[in-house]
T-cell receptor
Framework: DAGVIQSPRHEVTEMGQEVTLRCKPISGHNSLFWYRQTMMRGLELLIYFNNNVPIDDSGMPEDRFSAKMPNASFSTLKIQPSEPRDSAVYFC?????????????FGQGTRLTVV | EDKVVQSPLSLVVHEGDTVTLNCSYEVTNFRSLLWYKQEKKAPTFLFMLTSSGIEKKSGRLSSILDKKELFSILNITATQTGDSAVYLCAANFGNEKLTFGTGTRLTIIP
């Protein structure tokens, strides 16, 4: 398996523009997570899905952020409008929930810079 | 609020030294504790611990969990420059969500 695939790897955009980050989880995994990582705050969970349904979005910073998972093999995280403080590395991770704890596998991340 | 705290925040040692990284957690409905290694890119999985007192080992790395005292340690013996990374501890609190600590940045000097 190719692992969790994220695109783009790098994104530079101007303040106010819409940004869409994409994720393809590992085939067969039924949980998907979006994390944001900064030097100041470390890894923060933004939202997670189980069987394509959003379970917990309490980490989404504000209404400018939205996430969708239209099917088991694709998810997007959208920021509209983007702001410089959104600059961070955004990771997508997936796992297989068998009713007991299991490790999450991370994609390579998207480094977002908002200028 | 569920919380994971790692110490030290950073550590610099010489190649060949042994290091111990710490992770404590405050939790309701604790399920498991996980260790990840992050170099330049994505965190990569090291260990998952669910039971107290059972050591997990992989080469020079080992880890153990104490559910009574709510902490875990990650040991690395005979460190090498390739061990330089940020080591992340995460706890699973009864659902699929992982809460991460801020990490320990380990630097190995040749």
């Amino acid at each position: 398996d190719a692992g969790v695939i994220q695109s783009p790897r790098h994104e530079v955009t101007e303040m106010g523009q819409e940004v869409t980050l994409r994720c393809k989880p590992i085939s067969g995994h039924n949980s998907l997570f979006w994390y944001r990582q900064t030097m100041m705050r470390g890894l923060e969970l933004l939202i997670y899905f189980n069987n394509n349904v959003p379970i917990d979005d309490s980490g989404m910073p504000e209404d400018r952020f939205s996430a969708k998972m239209p099917n088991a093999s694709f998810s997007t995280l959208k920021i509209q409008p983007s702001e410089p403080r959104d600059s961070a590395v955004y990771f997508c991770a997936s796992s297989y929930d068998r009713g007991r704890s299991t490790e999450a596998f991370f994609g390579q991340g998207t480094r977002l810079t908002v200028v | 609020e569920d919380k994971v705290v790692q110490s030290p925040l950073s550590l610099v040692v010489h190649e060949g030294d042994t290091v111990t990284l710490n992770c404590s957690y405050e939790v309701t409905n604790f399920r498991s504790l996980l260790w990840y290694k992050q170099e330049k890119k994505a965190p990569t999985f090291l260990f998952m611990l669910t039971s107290s007192g059972i050591e997990k080992k992989s080469g020079r790395l080992s880890s153990i969990l104490d559910k009574k005292e709510l902490f875990s340690i990650l040991n690395i013996t005979a460190t090498q420059t390739g061990d330089s990374a940020v080591y992340l501890c995460a706890a699973n609190f009864g659902n699929e969500k992982l809460t991460f600590g801020t990490g320990t940045r380990l630097t190995i000097i040749p």
